[in-house]
């Protein structure tokens, strides 16, 4: 399978990556939201390659999800 785009990847990795089939719901979810054409367009593309492929090749992306529980102070 051809490899997704940097803007595609950055596009999943705002949503929960824990596994294919969540990442297609929660992108499914925010598509009614989008008014631009272009995040649109950015979404069906993403959506598309992501219900063609198979679950393995999706976790050998090695997509991470994001730290929400970052908390700079500890960070030194």
């Known amino acids: ?14 949503f929960d ?3 294919r089939d969540k990442l297609i ?6 598509l009614d939201d989008t008014d631009d054409p272009d995040m649109t367009e950015l979404m ?3 959506l598309d390659r992501l219900e063609a ?4 090749e999706f976790d050998a992306l090695g997509l991470v999800e994001p730290d929400y529980d970052y908390d700079e102070e500890t960070e030194g």
């Not at 492929?53 to 393995?56: P, S, V």
């Open 1 to 14: 399978m051809e490899k997704f785009t940097i803007e595609q990847v950055g596009l999943m990795c705002v």
């Open 17 to 19: 990556t824990s596994g």
């Open 25 to 30: 719901e929660d992108l499914r979810g925010s």
């Open 44 to 46: 069906r593309g993403v």
């Open 53 to 56: 492929m198979a679950d393995a």
